[in-house]
């Protein structure tokens, strides 16, 4: 099958006839990308930027040019290795391997290029091929292993005993399933099931959602400006935000729009872009807020800038454009992990969640950003909006921030060992008793194993890269006496999900059975989940949250699915929880909706209440979905909701903790 020194002009004549088997491979290939490949979330190239669509068209590996991790020239590269291939095969070679090799090759430039080469793990190498699935492998093998040579150095591989293609598809075994070629092309299922949870299992929290808002283009953010108003900011990743009124209808004119300054591409997995935004506790007197932004600085440098701003005078409902004042900037050395959260503690002091920096492995300097204290990257940092620091700084450091004192570290760091913690929350505590009230709570993203859920203290460290999850990651580091860390109080396995968005403590009045439920979920799987402590051993409990089980769904203006990829959690000034998702992860493609949480349990506790006869309990329930009351009519602190019933013109009060009591 092989042979030498085949001029490389004689086989231009062959080239129609011995694509024509790759060329239906191709075509395929082509469709299933299209329907499937990038729905798939957290595409990544070999550089750790995501992928994109080359301006110039792509003449060999095709199949990519729509999106993928290559430019012309290196896709003239890999054509030229390819024909340098070839030119050891004889006609029957060429037509039975052609078609793997360019395949082979090609991976390079396959949106999901960091995964198939393993460049996500660094405890291992970066393969010289591919992750093959293994009855391609084996097809591969069996038809083609004198190639083998040809295509790697990689001395194992070419150890591997000719016939017997087992050990060579091992070596080539990826430890997920979903992220081998060709799998990759067709894994959807995840997709199939969009934002349903297929299980009902025992135990699983049966909720609705209702709609509030879509055609958003990946809403990163949705917060409340505290100021009594109860609007509430959506903000897109592009740099836009808009401002929605408590009648779910939103403003025409963005509240700001930083699309010119915010650095993020059209293409999935984009990390950078407008990340977050938080408006000062004292907003109603002084008008500002803050916001979180990727962005371009002298020589193209890579930051993320975060930044004070003012509302408008003249109008309350749009920012200021002229009055932004940077508070801090930090260089970013690869454009993923970039954090993005920023929020206030109830001590008045801002938070700001910054990612590792980047790459896979937080492979920066001795040991990693996030467990080095003298990097801002890793790390929780507070700072005092309210003052002036030396040396020019626009924040104040305050006295009690855990290393002031530690020679060598950032004043400004309260907690480090971090990730990439995405969407942070402070429980408003139980609306009674108050329990509770003040934890922050964070999902930190895993590498390649597990997820987590933290609550944040002052002077933690999270572990990473020590630790991710409760397992070693950097064995030296985690045998290391010195670590004491702080454990997740839940994390879980790639099986269930593979990206942890953060969510909230449920503090609102609508659904008093969600009450002190942690609900957060899953980027790229798309599952909701509750953790729900057990405060006599301190332990949290998981629980799952189905949808639409129930027939109460089936009430007019409730659904039962959302889009797939959860963006990010919010909640409204009454506290009732939300949460943004779309079902195509681009910073540029209008497909993100806003869901709220409606507990359908709720209608039985009020049914219970007295009677609400037939017609007229089918309109409480509706009222009480949050269609027709309005959040004012619902005060969180006093732990009672007021609910006027239309159908009857009487006034309900409704105890929020229990649902028992009524008048
Ligand atoms: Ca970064
Ligand atoms: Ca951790």
Request: with cysteine; glycine share 10%.
């Amino acid at each position: 099958m092989l042979r030498r020194s085949i001029p490389r002009g004689g086989w231009s004549r062959w080239t129609p006839r011995l694509l024509t088997s790759p060329r239906i491979f191709c075509l395929s290939l082509i469709v299933l990308l299209g329907q499937v490949g990038l729905l798939q979330g957290h595409p990544q190239c070999l550089d750790y930027r995501p992928p994109f669509q080359p301006l110039q068209h792509l003449e060999f590996c095709s199949d990519y040019e729509s999106f993928g991790c290559c430019d012309q020239r290196k896709d003239h590269r890999i054509a030229a290795r390819y024909w340098d291939i070839m030119e050891y095969f004889d006609l029957k070679g060429h037509e039975l391997c052609g078609g793997y090799i360019k395949d082979i090759l090609c991976q390079e430039c396959s949106p999901y290029a960091a995964h198939l080469y393993d460049a996500e793990n660094p405890r291992t190498p970066l393969r010289n091929l591919p992750g093959l699935c293994s009855d391609y492998c084996s097809a591969f093998h069996s038809n083609c292993h004198s190639a083998i040579a040809l295509l790697t150095n990689d001395r194992r591989f070419q150890e591997s005993p000719g016939k017997d293609g087992t050990r060579f598809c091992h070596l080539l075994n990826l430890p997920d399933k979903d992220y081998c070629f060709p799998n990759i092309l067709r894994s959807d299922h995840l997709n199939r099931n969009l934002g349903t949870v297929a299980e009902d299992r025992r135990g699983c929290l049966q909720l609705c959602l209702a709609e509030v808002a879509n055609r958003l283009r990946n809403p990163v953010a949705m917060v409340h400006a505290g100021d009594g108003t109860h609007r509430f900011f959506v903000a897109e990743q592009v740099g836009v935000v808009w401002v929605y009124l408590p009648d779910g209808s939103r403003l025409e004119q963005p509240f700001l729009d930083l699309k010119s300054l915010v650095l993020t591409t059209p293409w999935i997995g984009d990390e950078r872009g407008f990340l977050g935004l938080a408006f000062h506790p004292r907003f109603r007197r002084n008008r500002k807020f803050y916001i979180y932004y990727s962005c371009l600085g002298k020589k193209r440098v890579e930051k993320i800038r975060i930044s004070e701003m003012k509302v408008s005078l003249a109008d309350p409902n749009k920012a200021d454009p002229k009055s932004e004042r940077v508070i801090l900037e930090i260089e970013e050395p690869a454009s993923n992990h970039n954090g993005g959260q920023l929020l206030f503690g109830l001590d008045g002091y801002m938070y700001i969640f910054t990612g590792d920096g980047g790459q896979a492995g937080d492979p920066f300097g001795k040991f990693g950003n996030a467990q080095n204290k003298s990097s801002l990257l890793g790390k929780v940092l507070r700072i005092d909006v309210n003052g002036a620091g030396s040396g020019g700084k626009r924040y104040r450091v305050p006295m009690d921030n855990p290393f002031v004192s530690e020679p060598g570290a950032h004043p400004a760091i309260y907690a480090y060992g971090i990730r990439n913690m995405w969407r942070c929350a402070v429980d408003r505590g139980d609306p009674i008793t108050h329990q509770g009230r003040g934890r922050m709570f964070c999902g930190d993203v895993g590498e390649n194993r597990f997820e987590e859920v933290d609550i944040i203290v002052k002077g933690g460290n999270y572990g990473w890269r020590a630790k991710e999850g409760f397992e070693c990651y950097d064995k030296k580091l985690c045998q290391n006496a010195s670590l004491d860390d702080i454990l997740p109080i839940y994390a879980y396995g790639h099986a269930v999900g593979k990206s942890v968005t953060g969510g909230y403590v449920y503090r609102g009045c609508e659904s008093p059975n969600l009450n002190g439920l942690y609900i957060f979920g899953d980027f790229m799987s798309g599952r909701l989940m509750a953790l729900q402590e057990d405060r006599k051993t301190k332990k949290w409990k998981k629980q799952d949250i189905c949808l639409g089980s129930t027939e109460s769904c089936a009430f007019p203006g409730l659904i039962s699915t959302h889009s797939k990829f959860i963006i990010s959690f919010g909640e409204d000034e009454a506290g009732e929880l939300y949460f943004l998702a779309t079902s195509y992860p681009s910073a540029y493609a209008p497909h993100g909706s806003i869901y709220k949480f409606v507990d359908p349990s709720r209608f039985w506790h009020l049914h219970s209440l007295g009677p609400v006869p037939g017609e007229s309990q089918k309109q409480l329930y509706l009222q009480l979905s949050g269609f027709s009351v309005s959040p004012p009519d619902c005060f969180q602190n006093s732990g009672t909701a007021f609910i006027h019933l239309e159908s009857t013109s009487r006034q309900m009060q409704v105890q929020t903790s229990a649902g028992e009591n009524q008048e």
